[in-house]
C-alpha cells in the first residue's frame, strides 16, 4: 500500500472540523501520551496501513516533537451540550485533587470536540514535556 492510497482508505470524514481539548494536561502526559508520541487515530491508521503496527508506531514516534499546547478556549467554541457534562466532570476531578481522593478525581478519558477552527490568540502558549507515559508501551515513563 502507498501512503496516498492509506490516505485515500482512511479518509479524513472523522476528522475534517474537529479539535480536541482537555482541561487536565497531566491525563494527556500520563495516560493519552500516545498523541504526544504518535501523532492522532488518523496518523496512526495511515501509517498502520503502510507497515505492520510496530513498525508504524516506531516510524511516528521519530516524527515530530511531543508539544503541549495551553490554550485559552472561547465558551462559544464549546456550547452547551459539551459543556454542561465536561465541567461536572472537571469539577469532580478538582475536588477529588483537594480532597486526595482518587475515586472523586478520577478525571478519566474527558475531552471536549470543538467543531471549529481554534482562534490563533486562543494559543497562550506551549511546552515539550520532558517524560511522558508511553501507552503502547506499558504505560511506562519514556523521555520524550
Not at 472523522?14 to 504518535?38: C, D, K, P, W
Not at 495551553?70 to 469532580?92: E, F, K, N, Q
Amino acid at each position: 500500500n502507498s501512503c496516498q492510497e492509506a490516505q485515500d482508505d482512511v479518509g479524513v470524514d472523522l476528522r475534517a472540523g474537529r479539535v480536541y481539548i482537555s482541561a487536565n494536561e497531566n491525563m494527556i502526559i500520563e495516560y493519552g501520551a500516545h498523541y504526544l508520541l504518535y501523532g492522532g487515530e488518523h496518523a496512526q491508521a495511515v501509517s498502520t496501513r503502510v507497515w505492520p503496527r510496530h513498525e508504524a508506531l516506531k516510524h511516528l514516534k521519530t516524527i515530530g516533537r511531543p508539544t503541549v499546547f495551553i490554550c485559552d478556549v472561547p465558551l462559544s467554541l464549546i456550547g452547551d451540550g459539551g459543556l454542561t457534562p465536561y465541567a461536572a466532570t472537571a469539577l469532580s476531578w478538582f475536588l477529588g485533587e483537594k480532597l486526595s481522593d482518587p475515586i472523586v478525581g478520577d478525571f478519566g478519558e474527558e475531552a471536549l470536540c470543538i467543531h471549529a477552527d481554534l482562534p490563533p490568540d486562543a494559543i497562550l502558549g506551549h511546552y515539550h514535556p520532558k517524560r511522558v507515559r508511553d501507552p503502547f508501551n506499558g504505560l511506562v515513563w519514556v523521555n520524550a
